[in-house]
């Protein structure tokens, strides 16, 4: 399998999830996913930001985990019912809304890790990354928005498809397949993918293992871990042979790589 754009140069990466919001930032009201938390991410070495993408009354792509603004604005309303302008209102003392062109527009040099939440943001989600899809990957828990999103990009004119992780849906019918030993599906299935980005358990059963790992890297597909947040998980996983860490600390995640030898990338 020929490795993604995206996926290059080597691993280990640091994927800052929804950005980076250091202790100093939160205490001055910036809030994840913002534009001051991508580019304090980029600020601090991290060349791939994670995201989350949902549509606006108006039908704006914007960079927003949550479907209304009541956790990160104090207001019920949902993403889908507030026009761009009313969004931009309210984050303007939370470090300033981003939306998805201005991502890719104001951080060429940035690879994004966008999770797409809401179905009908996936056809534009797609459209607006097809120019950048060697920089993109395209994921969600849904498989159907995520190959919507796909669709969009060829359909756009992308010259490459973005690189993509399975929803959820996928990797229930893998970790079944490898508990089968059904060799040739666990093959197939990640035949279509350029990384798995799983958590390390679901509730008390393991995701990530040596045998997951060893299947992954024989597809030439990555393993990425989320949401890893503790220094002594970080290097412990990085042991075991996981390929990206999705985290909340960016800034420790990339200095603990590099102590280790490789740079972050």
Request: glycine letters at 6%; proline letters at 4%.
């Amino acid at each position: 399998m020929t490795r993604h754009p995206y996926l290059s140069p080597d691993a280990p990466r640091v994927l800052a999830h929804r950005g980076l919001v250091t202790a100093d930032a939160a205490a001055h009201g910036v809030a994840e996913n913002s534009f001051a938390a991508v580019a304090e991410a980029h600020a601090a070495g991290a060349d791939y930001v994670e995201s989350d993408c949902h549509l606006t009354a108006d039908g704006e792509v914007v960079l927003f985990h949550d479907d209304d603004l009541r956790r990160v604005a104090d207001d019920p309303r949902a993403i889908a019912d507030v026009r761009l302008h009313e969004i931009e209102e309210l984050m303007s003392e939370r470090g300033g809304l981003i939306t998805l062109v201005q991502a890719l527009e104001s951080f060429p040099d940035v690879r994004f890790n966008l999770d797409v939440k809401a179905a009908a943001a996936a056809g534009e989600v797609g459209r607006l990354v097809a120019p950048h899809a060697e920089r993109v990957l395209v994921t969600s828990f849904s498989d159907e928005r995520r190959r919507d999103a796909l669709a969009a990009a060829r359909a756009a004119g992308s010259r490459m498809r973005p690189a993509t992780s399975p929803g959820s849906a996928t990797i229930a019918r893998l970790l079944a397949a490898r508990a089968l030993h059904r060799t040739r599906l666990v093959r197939s299935l990640l035949s279509e993918v350029d990384a798995l980005q799983i958590p390390e358990r679901q509730g008390p059963i393991p995701v990530v293992t040596r045998g997951l790992l060893r299947d992954a890297h024989a597809a030439g597909v990555e393993v990425h871990v989320w949401t890893v947040n503790d220094e002594d998980d970080m290097s412990r996983l990085l042991d075991l042979g996981v390929d990206g860490l999705v985290t909340d600390r960016a800034d420790a995640a990339i200095a603990l790589v590099n102590t280790r030898g490789t740079a972050a990338v």
